[in-house]
């Protein structure tokens, strides 16, 4: 059984950062990209950043450029989202996803997503 567990949410003021750590357990880090959504009330989810098994680094979201990064820990089948300079916009519940490198990787992060976490809150107060 494939699982993928977020951690790392809460509740911080505008400036502030946080990092999320999503491990994974049941599937092998090598045939996946893994990435994080985040979903806004009365907003659809939209992908933020994507990892691919070599490390590359693909950015799907221009609002959090130079303030998030992400990384992998592979001996940890775990991935992180840091989070900088945090602002009341990026109030969301962030989401962790697994995804097949054979559906074209990370710019095309999202098309077949076969795991998600159950998500975690992160609120940015003004």
């Known amino acids: 059984e494939v699982t993928l567990v977020e951690s790392g949410g809460g509740l911080v003021q505008a400036g502030g950062s946080l990092r999320l750590s999503c491990a994974a357990s049941g599937l092998y880090f090598d045939d996946y990209v893994l990435g994080w959504f985040r979903q806004a009330p009365g907003k659809e989810r939209e992908g933020v950043l994507c990892?691919?098994?070599?490390?590359?680094?693909?950015n799907l979201l221009d609002s959090v450029k130079g303030r998030f990064t992400i990384s992998s820990d592979n001996a940890k089948n775990t991935i992180y989202l840091q989070m900088n300079d945090l602002k009341p916009e990026d109030t969301a519940t962030y989401y962790c996803?697994?995804?097949?490198?054979?559906?074209?990787?990370?710019?095309?992060?999202?098309?077949?997503?076969?795991?998600w976490g159950q998500g975690t809150q992160v609120t940015v107060s003004s």
């Open positions: 996803a697994a995804e097949s490198s054979l559906f074209g990787g990370c710019p095309h992060l999202g098309s077949h997503v076969g795991y």
């Open positions: 990892i691919s098994n070599d490390n590359g680094v693909t």
